[in-house]
């Protein structure tokens, strides 16, 4: 269908469809910050929790060697070592996190990949405990423990997640503004056709059949046809008068 753009359709329809497009535009954008944030709320509450479970094998660990009088022992500290890094990484596997656990710069331990380990500590500060991931629409999370007597850092991270689809209520939500935003664009283009666009039709028809025009029920448009009928009456009238004036 050809759309004339100096038509009134095209004038009134190009300005409310930006105008729900800018809208639309801004409220995804809204969504978007509002399921980050508490995404984020959420994850660090979770991670929380991980986190209090994995200090605990840390400390119960360093307890019993302490208990034993064994801290000096290499053979058994390492062992002891090798036996945490086991139940720290089956706790991880279990609730579906990922983590690692690094001394120095040197990574000992990672359920992630090379490349990946590498890039989550260069991102985490010295003395920081959380970081939060954006990744794009991919979030995670992080929680920190040093363990100064052995020199490790223990790194628990959740897996990715995507914020806007993470909780049913903002994903209903982001299903729920677009169709919205159509019914509301529906129902303008159809008050603009019935209270508009056809009532100038039919003015127009009027006019090209040289009828009088009729009423629409719309004021302003049921004046210019009462002025277009008073100026076409009296020209009518005028052409009369000199036809049949000697």
């Known amino acids: 269908m050809n759309l004339d753009r100096n038509s009134i359709r095209f004038k009134i329809l190009i300005p409310v469809v930006a105008l729900i497009t800018v809208v639309s535009v801004v409220l995804l954008l809204i969504l978007h ?38 801290l000096d022992q290499t053979v058994v500290v390492e062992a002891k070592k090798k036996a945490v890094i086991d139940e720290i990484s089956s706790y991880w596997a279990g609730d579906n996190l990922d983590g690692l656990i690094a001394s120095g710069e040197q990574v000992i331990f990672s359920s992630l990949s090379p490349a990946r ?31 100064p007597l052995w020199n490790w850092r ?71 046809s009462a002025a277009f009928n008073d100026s076409f009456g009296n020209l009518s009238r005028m052409t009369e008068y000199r036809r049949f004036d000697p």
């Open 33 to 70: 910050k509002t399921a980050d944030k508490i995404s984020e709320d959420q994850l660090r509450s979770v991670m929380e929790a991980h986190s209090s479970t994995v200090q605990k094998i840390l400390s119960i660990a360093i307890s019993e060697l302490v208990m034993a009088q064994l």
């Open 117 to 147: 380990s590498e890039e989550v500590l260069r991102q985490i500060r010295r003395d920081e405990k959380h970081f939060h991931e954006d990744r794009g629409f991919r979030h995670s999370h992080g929680i920190v423990i040093d363990l």
């Open 154 to 224: 223990v790194i628990s991270l959740s897996k990715p997640v995507f914020p806007v689809f993470s909780h049913k209520e903002m994903a209903l939500l982001l299903s729920i503004i677009p169709i919205g935003l159509l019914l509301m664009l529906s129902s303008v283009l159809f008050v603009l056709n019935r209270n508009f666009h056809r009532p100038i039709r039919r003015i127009i028809s009027d006019i090209e059949r040289g009828l009088e025009v009729r009423e629409t029920g719309i004021t302003e448009l049921d004046r210019v």
